[in-house]
């Protein structure tokens, strides 16, 4: 009778172990398959915080993370309109884009405070729109308050985070007629890594205005490593 009932516990016991294992799997599947999504503005607050719960584990999963189709188009200089008494159309400031997810933003800052302390002050800017004649930039300002963690064995220092919140965004270089007015944003933060959205309208003077919102997951110790230009892996 012992033996029966011991065996029926070890038969509960791998039932258990592999029901998780499955369910571990399936989260990890779903969290793939949000991250495959081309536009994340799309998704759910409860999809984006399994995005970053799953990627605070695995954040060389990040991967993973694709942007919107317009986003692959590099930053070009219109060489033919660079001189400073040169006239732009208004078809030239329009032409807007997202910064590309996946390419390196050499636009990108990261500015420390408080470094020597056992919470280092953190305020990150990053491109969130690109004029692809060159003329200007949307930037999003960002702050952290986050711990150091000390090195790993990939040679980079490793942070977590305290607390993030969103600062402001604003345009900078030549825009012309044009200005850019924020309307709302959200921070989605997990220990390792935070993940903003940030809308905005761009208006002409005529009276038009024009919708823009843009996304960017910051793995936090890439983004304090490599001053901004990466933040994930």
Not at 111 to 130: A, I, N
Not at 151 to 166: A, N, R
Not at 173 to 196: C, Q
Request: aromatic content about 12%; proline content about 3%; overall charge neutral.
């Amino acid at each position: 009778m012992k033996k029966i009932i011991s065996i029926f516990i070890l038969g509960m016991l791998l039932s258990c172990t592999s029901d998780g294992e499955q369910s571990n799997k399936s989260a990890e599947a779903e969290a793939i398959r949000l991250m495959k999504v081309p536009d994340k503005s799309t998704l759910s607050l409860s999809q984006v915080k399994k995005i970053v719960k799953y990627l605070d584990e695995k954040p060389e999963d990040s991967k993973y993370l694709k942007g919107e189709d317009i986003s692959k188009k590099e930053p070009v200089v219109n060489s033919k309109n660079s001189a400073k008494t040169a006239d732009y159309t208004m078809s030239d400031y329009m032409q807007i884009a997202p910064f590309p997810t996946n390419s390196a933003d050499f636009g990108a800052s990261v500015e420390l405070s408080d470094w020597q302390t056992s919470v280092t002050r953190v305020k990150f800017q990053w491109t969130m729109l690109y004029n692809i004649n060159g003329l200007f930039s949307v930037y999003s300002l960002e702050n952290f308050e986050v711990y150091n963690l000390g090195p790993s064995t990939q040679y980079l220092t490793l942070y977590s985070i305290k607390s993030v919140y969103h600062g402001f965004s604003y345009m900078s270089g030549n825009s012309g007629p044009l200005s850019w007015t924020e309307t709302n944003h959200n921070v989605v933060a997990g220990s390792e890594g935070a993940y903003f959205f940030v809308n905005g309208r761009i208006s002409i003077p005529n009276g038009s205005s024009f919708q823009y919102g843009t996304n960017k997951y910051v793995n936090v110790s890439m983004m304090i490593n490599t001053n901004g230009a990466y933040t994930n892996y």
